[in-house]
């Protein structure tokens, strides 16, 4: 089974799964799905993804002080990059001073898939472009699940893998590395400069320049703003945050109850956590809690127990009936 095959295997699977409104957000997401599918992913850009960890990332460095001030902010990102690229360049010099060749999360990969190709199994078909046939051997999870034996086709000097890592990762998978220890070919000569050393030393090692107080800096003789009064922050109370959604966002994950698995449960199917009942929360809930099942007269509202007495000189609560009109 190709890589297309299981994708849309999984696809019809997730349309029977789903209602009619997580089948249409699909078939939205369908019209471009070279920019977020890897069975549909040419080039192995993945640009969405990318975007959407460099983001994420970055949020949890100024995530205790996206509430202060916009100076505040902009001292500490500046003063935290300089950290980072000082500390960063010094890791990598040090590897750089042991001739180590990748960098260290590339070496972890590369040794991984250096000893699961131990388990596959190696068949030549083509010794001029390395055209090999590597059937991955069926195992066993700790759940129990029981995984069959799956066969790829591997071309040496296309650096190209049926299983689609290859062209994802822009890194030798499991199975090239196999079919290219099988014909004694130099397998890290295909792989990307990026991941190098070398690399590494190149991208942390540009320097800044530190910035005096503001009152050694030159005059400025520019255009000066004016604040909109209208558009000031009340500070009365929480600030309010504005978070900007991207593809992955335009999924609701909320029904009337509160948060719910988005696609699988209708908004108005929500269901009441005192009388069980679907089609209103606790909240709105007219329904009595006596075993005969009778409904409570309209208008109505049914309380969850009886109202306690803010006097405390009475002592104890206030008697009040179960519904009160």
């Known amino acids: 089974m190709t890589k297309v095959q299981f994708f849309e295997e999984k696809l019809e699977e997730l349309k029977t799964a789903t209602n009619d409104q997580g089948r249409q957000w ?23 993804f990318q975007t959407s960890n460099m983001v994420e990332s970055f949020n949890s460095v100024l995530k205790g002080i996206r509430g202060m001030h916009v100076n505040a902010i902009v001292s500490f990102t500046f003063y935290r990059l300089v950290a980072w690229f000082n500390e960063r360049y010094s890791h990598a010099m040090a590897l750089h001073s042991k001739n180590q060749l990748w960098a260290p999360k590339p070496l972890h990969h590369l040794d991984k898939a250096k000893d699961r190709d131990r388990t596959h199994e190696v068949e030549c078909f083509d010794h001029t472009t390395g055209k090999y046939k590597v059937t991955e051997r069926g195992d066993t999870t700790s759940n129990g699940e029981v ?121 108005e199917q929500s269901q009441c956590g005192r009388c069980n009942r679907v089609g209103h929360n606790s909240r709105r809930c007219r329904w009595s809690l006596s075993q005969d099942g009778a409904t409570a007269p309209p208008g109505s509202v049914l309380r969850a127990e009886p109202p306690r007495t803010t006097h405390r000189g009475g002592g104890g609560i206030a008697p009040s009936s179960s519904l009160n009109p």
Request: aromatic share 14%; net charge positive.
């Open 26 to 48: 699909l078939r939205e997401l369908m019209r471009e799905r070279d920019k977020w599918t890897m069975a549909y992913d040419d080039g192995g850009v993945r640009y969405e």
């Open 147 to 267: 995984l069959p034996s799956r066969s790829y086709i591997v071309v040496l000097i296309n650096f190209s893998c049926t299983c689609g890592r290859t062209r994802q990762y822009h890194f030798p998978c499991s199975h090239y590395v196999a079919a290219a220890q099988h014909h004694n070919y130099a397998y890290e000569s295909k792989i990307s400069r990026e991941f190098s050393v070398d690399t590494v030393v190149l991208t942390w090692s540009p320097r800044f320049e530190p910035y005096l107080d503001e009152g050694q800096w030159p005059p400025y003789t520019g255009p000066k703003y004016v604040v909109d009064p209208g558009c000031r922050w009340n500070k009365c109370g929480t600030r309010k945050r504005t978070r900007h959604k991207m593809v992955m966002d335009q999924v609701s994950g909320r029904t009337t109850r509160g948060r719910a698995t988005p696609f699988l449960c209708d908004p």
